[in-house]
Structures are given as C-alpha cells and as structure tokens.
C-alpha cells in the first residue's frame, strides 16, 4: 500500500480550507495565537456580549474570551431557528428494531426549553450538576442542551457503567438531579437502567430527585424521588431565555480514567469549548449545512460530546444518532443505514472498523455507499490494515479518510488530516490551528523526526480542560509533568513532514476499544473479591478492541484456582466498573515480580507478554 494518499479534486475542491490555506494559517495561528482565535470567535458564533481579552494565561491556569457572554445552546438553536435551518431535521433516530424518529431544530429548541424548565421546576439552578444515565436517545441530548440552556453543570455517564462506577460519579459531582431511561436495549436484551440508578443512589441525599423517561409507554412504578420525564416536562412552556454564561462558566464535567486513584472530573467551560468544537466541527470534517453526518459515538463519551452534540449542531448539519450495536440484529446494518440516509461524512473507532471487517466483504458489496465523502477515526490508533480496508472497501479510494487524535481533556481535534491534505495511512496527521505540538523526553526537549518520546502540547488551546472537579491539583499535574507543557501521556513520532504518528498511552492506562481504563482502577476492582491477595494488570493486544486486559492474580491462601474464580473475578469488574474493562484473562500466579522495596513490576509482565527482553532485573526483589 501507498505511504501517502493525495485527496481528489472533488474532495479539495469543495474542502473549507486548502492545503495552501492550512500552511498559511496554521503559521498565522502559531504567531498569533490571540487574534487568529479573536477572528474565529467572531466570524464563526453569536455572543451576547464580547470579550475584554482573548486568552489569560498565569500558568498553569488559563482562561479564554475573558469576560465573554454567550450560550452555547443559542449557537446551536436559537441561532438557526432564527435562520433558514428552522424546519430541517437536526437528529433522526435511528432504533435497533431501525423504527426512526426525528427532530427539527424548531422542534428540538421547544422540546430542550420545555426540559429547561422541568429542570428549574425541581430546584436545578445555574452551577448545579446534572447526571445523566441514559440510553442514545434523542431525549439524551435534549437534556444535555436543557442543563446548557440554564447554566446547569451535566455530568454524562454511559449507560453500560455499573451502579458502582455511577454512584461514585454522582458522589464526587454532588449531582442534585439524576436522568435515567426505563430500559435501554443491548442486542435485543432489555437492560433496566431506572434500576442501575436506584442502585447507585440508594442513601444519597445529595440527590433530590430522579428524572425517568419511560419508553415505548411502558408500565413502569416509580418510587420515592422518581419522577416520570414526559409528565413533567408536557406542563411546561416551550419557551425558556438562554442564561448568558460567562465564557469561563462550566459547561459540563466528564469523568475519565487516569494512570492512579480513581476517574477525574474534567471540566470544560462554555466559550473556549463552544469556538473549538465548532470550528474543528466545520474545518476537520468539511462540514456543510446540507450535509448527512454520523458520528457513531455515544454521548457517554467525549466523541459524543463533541461530535455528535455540540460541535455539529452548532454548524446547523442533519445528524443520525444510531441506537445499539454496529452488527446487530445484522452485520450489515450501518452499511444499510448509510446508504438509506445517503450519509456523506461519517465519524467512527477504529474497533468499530475491525469488528464490520471481520465479518466480511458480502456484508459490504450490496450497499450503494457512493454518498460518503469523509471518513473520519478517532480513539485509538489506526493500523495501515486497517486504514486500507476502509479507505478502499468504504470510501471506494474515492473518499478522504482522516484520522483525529485528540482527549477528553482537549475538548476537541488536535493532530488531524484535514480534507484536502494528503493522508498518510496509520498517521494521525498534522496539528490543528493554534496547537503547537510536540515530541520531547522526559526532560521537555525536542526530539529529531523519527525518534519516539512524549507528545505535549505548548501552549493552552480554546477547549483545553479547565480543572479537574474538586481536585486542581490532578489538573496542574497535566501541565508540570513537564514544566510549562501539556503532557498528554501519549508517545509519538514526528517526521519530516511534520505528521504525528501515535504510538499509544505512555502512563497506566490501557485503551480498550477506545475507551480508556487506568491499571490502578482495575486492579482495585479486582482487589475487591474476597479471594485475592494481589494483583496486577497490564494490556494485552486484541484483535478487535485493540487491547484488553489481562490480569495476574495472587490467591489468598485457602483458595485454589478454577475457571469458577475467574468467572467471578470478571464479574466482580463487570459489578464495579462496566463491561467493557473485564478482563480477557485471568491467571492465577504465585508471585508477582516486584522491586525490593515492594513495587509491582508491571514492565516484567508486559515484557514477558509482548515476548521482549525483560531488561534491567537488578531492582527485583526475587
Ligand atoms: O491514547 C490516546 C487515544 O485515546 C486517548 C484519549 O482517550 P479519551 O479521553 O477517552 O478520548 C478518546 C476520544 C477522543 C489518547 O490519549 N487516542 C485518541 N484518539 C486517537 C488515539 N490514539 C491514536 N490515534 C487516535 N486518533
């Protein structure tokens, strides 16, 4: 295969930003970092009153549109309704059974005030925090934007997180309104969320009430605190006023896991966030307001948050919002789908890649997918496998395939193949405007095009996280780590093209399907069952999800190893995380190999399973 891919006419042509264009303005936004954000900022949203200073950096703090007054929820509504995108459909639903429902964005704007007001009614006022528990519904995102509308801080937990995992979220925000869904659906089985809720919140009395959308009109009891969604939400008027947030007011807080202790609050604030995942929305996908867009990502997620909420219906596009598996109840079914809605950019996980080409080339052919136009990935690397199968088998070798590195903690697209530069398979692309990253060692030096080292970023971006809820300090390790910088704790390769190749986490934590669990968290998950002295973790590749867990567990004496224990052990992480962080593996071990001063040497393991030199042993305590 090719090492470099030039986009078509076709693609360059109709791209927001050329090649020519990229080179220009990404000096220009490096040279001027203020006054090319001042320029987007104006031209690109509405406020409701500007801005004394663009950016405010006292390291590590920073703040952005200092002074700023908007609401995101007017760009994304309001904005429109008052324009020609009125009556065009925002989101169409799309179940697993494939019954569809949609919403315009006249429609979504009363349905998310009426929300609004529901909310105010039990008690939720500008600061207070939200959690949402919910399945991808359309009411999913009315509820995100009604918190926005009010100045209500929402905190989204994915539905698939156990009652454990969102008890301590809930906890650690101080959520005074949780919102739930009767039941969502996984592959055809029912799961009980209202019931994963009352779990979480039994005893909490933070929680003042608990907000149920019952689905399909399903009989559903509620108990004390419970609330029905529809009948609280139908007596209210469909006109609410946008609160004008300061640009530096949260917007929300989304928990991710980290390399110690246990998953961070991150906190994003309005203007920042509102400007950067608009303009990425619009630059990094060549999105267009006549445009078919389906971003795959659950709102769980901060794919979700970017690229399915807010960044796309800021620019006013048509999103589907896709319920249930990729392959289920058939392996064709997104290929159906994309072909039904003529989707034209679509945005998806390289796991999502490799399960759909798995099950074969028949599932592909019958589909006429001549309507995509950009291919986007995001959440783990790419393998130039990977990337060939769907450039090819997908995109047809007509459509331009980007790759988007990019955190929960940035907000949005860092590294980048835009549209109309060339793509260079299994390489996350180019910088952003405005991003001046890097490679350097542990040291904060640069490092020569080809040598691996530690992606950091130099100076602070509109959407980079703020603070860490109820914890500054996890936050001022992101930028002391290596004084000055942003250390994303990612290694990378530059080379002399200035494309940034990434190589995966540097720190604890292994990225399952795209989705990030620390070591230390479940290894404490692990610890939890009565029969474990010890344990530790590491990532083991996996042909599908990228990597998985395998576990090494030390038993207590009395107990002896079964496949009965290794079944309970991954249950016992299904029960305090969530599915997706059980381990692939389990083996049982007399010993873990640790320094003399009683550290898990987590490097031998991973040598020994990767087949490497174990390296240096003299530290080793047996
Ligand atoms: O290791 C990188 C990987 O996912 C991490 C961020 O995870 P999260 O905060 O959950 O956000 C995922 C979606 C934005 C990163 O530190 N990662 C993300 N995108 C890529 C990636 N690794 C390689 N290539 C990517 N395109």
């Known amino acids: 295969m ?27 936004s490096l040279g001027d970092p203020e006054a090319f954000w001042d320029r987007v900022a104006r031209t690109e949203l509405e406020w409701f009153s500007p801005w004394e ?66 909310l105010r009614s039990l008690g939720v006022a500008k600061g207070d925090r939200v959690v949402l528990y919910m399945p991808l519904v359309i009411e999913q995102v009315v509820v995100m934007l009604a918190c926005a509308r009010i100045g209500a801080v929402h905190s989204v937990v994915f539905a698939g997180l156990s009652d454990k995992a969102l008890r301590e979220r809930i906890v650690d925000s101080e959520a005074k309104v949780v919102i739930t869904a009767n039941w969502t659906k996984r592959r055809g089985k029912k799961i009980d969320l209202k019931g994963v809720v009352g779990r979480a919140t039994e005893g909490l009395d933070t929680v003042q009430s608990i907000v149920v959308l019952v689905r399909d009109g399903d009989a559903c009891e509620l108990h004390t605190k419970e609330v029905n969604f529809d009948d609280i939400v139908a007596k209210q008027s469909a ?64 794919t979700g948050h970017s690229y399915v909420v807010y960044g796309p219906l800021s620019i006013g596009a048509t999103s589907l919002l896709v319920e249930g598996a990729p392959d289920y109840p058939k392996p064709d079914r997104w290929w159906e789908i994309i072909a039904k809605y003529h989707v034209n950019i679509f945005y998806t996980s390289p796991t999502a890649i490799r399960l759909l080409r798995k099950h074969g080339e028949q599932y592909v052919s019958p589909h006429d997918l001549s309507s995509l136009r950009v291919l986007g990935t995001v959440g783990e690397p790419i393998s130039e496998e990977v990337w060939g199968w769907f450039y090819e088998r997908i995109g047809k070798g007509r459509c331009v395939l980007i790759d988007t590195w990019w955190q929960t903690e940035t907000g949005g697209h860092m590294i980048v193949s835009l549209p109309s530069l060339p793509q260079k398979p299994g390489i996350a692309g180019r910088p952003f405007f405005g991003i001046e990253a890097d490679v350097v060692d542990v040291q904060g030096t640069r490092l020569r095009d080809g040598e691996k080292g530690l992606l ?21 390790q992101y930028w002391s780590e290596i004084k000055g910088v942003y250390c994303a704790g990612d290694l990378a390769i530059r080379d002399s093209d200035g494309y940034i190749k990434i190589i995966g986490r540097s720190d604890d934590v292994i990225n399952i399907s795209g989705h990030r669990i620390g070591t230390a968290e479940a290894e404490s998950a692990i610890g939890t069952h009565p029969a474990v002295a010890e344990v530790a973790v590491i990532a083991k590749s ?52 640790k320094t003399r001063s009683g550290k898990i040497m987590r490097r031998v393991l991973r040598a020994q399973e990767s087949g490497e030199d174990v390296g240096d042993l003299s530290t080793i305590e047996d």
């Open 2 to 28: 090719p090492d470099i891919f030039f986009p078509s006419d076709a693609i360059k042509n109709q791209a927001h930003i050329t090649e020519d264009e990229y080179n220009r303005l990404y000096a220009e």
């Open 53 to 118: 200073m663009v950016l405010d950096w006292q390291y590590p703090q920073y703040k952005w549109f200092v002074g700023g007054k908007l609401n995101i929820t007017h760009n994304c509504l309001d904005r429109h309704v008052n324009g020609i995108n009125k009556y065009k459909k925002a989101f169409i639903h799309i179940d697993e059974e494939g019954v569809e429902t949609s919403v315009t964005y006249m429609e979504l704007l009363e349905r998310v005030n009426r929300c609004a007001n529901a």
């Open 239 to 302: 006109v609410c006023v946008p609160v004008p947030m300061d640009s530096e007011d949260p917007l929300f807080v989304l928990y991710t896991s980290g390399s110690t202790g246990k998953p961070k609050g991150i906190v994003h604030t309005t203007g920042g966030y509102s400007v950067y995942t608009h303009y990425t929305t619009k630059i990094v996908f060549d999105l267009k307001d006549n445009d078919t867009y389906w971003c795959t990502a659950d709102p769980g997620w901060i």
């Open 456 to 476: 950091v970023i130099r100076k602070p971006w509109p959407s980079a996280l703020r603070t860490c809820w109820n914890d500054e300090e996890r936050f001022e």
């Open 542 to 593: 996996h042909e599908i999800k990228g990597q998985a867990i395998k576990a090494f567990v030390v038993l207590k004496s009395g107990h002896s190893e079964s496949d009965q224990l290794r079944n309970e052990i991954k249950l016992q992480v299904k029960s305090e995380i969530g599915s997706y962080a059980v381990p692939e593996e389990v083996v049982f071990v007399p010993t873990l190999p």
